[in-house]
């Protein structure tokens, strides 16, 4: 089993719409949750951490599941711009090293 | 406060050549991280620093090699290059262990 698991995509979405995706993830010690969106041939960027009571910036809400060992994002009122891959990112148990997903590809159409 | 800069951005080497990835970061951030991306992957942690004279190994270190003289600066060396070392090099730092990580632009590395 993939440590950090996410569905690849592409998920096509009409602007203005709300769209939700999930990762999962293997080891139960992890502490630290991120979301990280990646631009075609660009650099990671941070989006948001992923706090245990759930936490929202703007359009962005990112949730937590322990039990069940998944994050989530939704993106409300989506953009043209929210185009990109998102990056699902667990640490391990050492809190030195980080996870990744391979990413969820976002297509944002007019 | 220009982050975290890599360089080059683009290299294409022989097999067996050598080569130095240079990053730096003037955040004054005690940790940083070599990662490299394949296509359709997530990124892997090649080496990581959490202060100058401390490095270790990440999930794929075979044929890298790190040193942290600085806490500015964390090089990595390609020894022999392999084709198998073509990829999508990043370099990140962070202020703290299991926090988020601020990344360099890239180096594109073909080896042909």
């Known amino acids: 089993r993939k440590e950090v698991e996410q569905d690849p995509g592409p998920f096509n979405v009409p602007e203005g719409a709300t769209v939700a995706f999930n990762c999962t993830y293997s080891?139960?010690?992890?502490?630290?949750f991120f979301w990280y969106r990646q631009d075609c041939r660009k650099e990671p960027k941070l989006l948001m951490s992923?706090?245990?009571?759930?936490n929202e910036d703007g359009r962005f809400t990112a949730q937590l599941n322990r039990a069940s060992q998944y994050i989530s994002l939704l993106i409300r009122d989506s953009k043209l711009s929210d185009s990109a891959t998102y990056l699902c990112?667990?640490?391990?148990?050492?809190?030195?090293?980080?996870?990744w997903g391979a990413g969820t590809k976002l297509i944002i159409k007019p | 406060n220009a982050g975290v800069t890599q360089t080059p951005k683009f290299r294409i080497l022989k097999i067996g050549q050598s080569m130095t990835l240079q990053c730096t970061q003037d955040?004054?951030?005690?940790?940083m991280y070599w990662y490299r991306q394949d296509p359709g992957m997530g990124l892997k942690l090649i080496y990581y620093?959490?202060?100058?004279?401390?490095?270790d190994k990440g999930e794929v270190p075979n044929g890298y090699n790190v040193s942290r003289s600085t806490t500015e600066d964390f090089p990595l060396r390609l020894e022999l290059a392999a084709p198998s070392q073509t990829s999508v090099y990043f370099c990140?730092?962070?202020?703290?262990?299991?926090?988020?990580?601020?990344f360099g632009p890239g180096t594109r590395l073909t080896v042909l």
């Open positions: 990140a730092s962070t202020h703290a262990g299991g926090a988020g990580q601020y």
């Open positions: 955040m004054n951030h005690n940790y």
């Open positions: 620093s959490v202060g100058a004279g401390i490095t």
């Open positions: 080891n139960s010690a992890s502490q630290s």
């Open positions: 992923v706090y245990s009571s759930g």
């Open positions: 990112v667990v640490d391990m148990d050492s809190n030195y090293q980080l996870i």
